[in-house]
């Protein structure tokens, strides 16, 4: 059974900056994609960053610039960087993996979540 465990999420003064990490507790044969999602506070959860099979990367508009998403295939794990962080940067962030399971069959592991709160 694979588990996605984060960590690294916390409370930064706004300008601040966080990594957070999301390994998997073994490698993962046909990963799709990889990605990060957050949901604050009385809002719906959104996609904020996300890394394809091929290295990929595409980030949501509010975020670029000020997040960076990578892997480390040899560690099994991926890494959100978030630099000037902001108060609206506050949520639970998820880190989030689609491999391929088999012909029209894709399977969806989350992480349990980290907490991000951003001060002023």
């Known amino acids: 059974q694979v588990q996605l465990v984060e960590s690294g999420g916390g409370l930064v003064q706004a300008g601040g900056f966080l990594r957070l990490s999301c390994q998997a507790s073994t490698t993962i044969l046909g990963i799709i994609s990889m990605g990060w999602h957050r949901q604050a506070p009385g809002k719906e959860r959104e996609l904020v960053a996300s890394i394809a099979a091929d290295g990929t990367a595409d980030y949501a508009g509010t975020v670029k610039g000020r997040y960076t998403n990578s892997r480390d295939n040899a560690k099994n794990t991926w890494y959100l960087q978030i630099n000037d962080l902001r108060p609206e940067d506050t949520a639970v962030y998820y880190c989030?993996?689609?491999?391929?399971?088999?012909?029209?069959?894709?399977?969806?592991?989350w992480g349990q979540g980290t907490q991000v709160t951003v001060s002023s």
């Open positions: 989030e993996i689609i491999a391929f399971q088999g012909v029209g069959t894709d399977r969806d592991y």
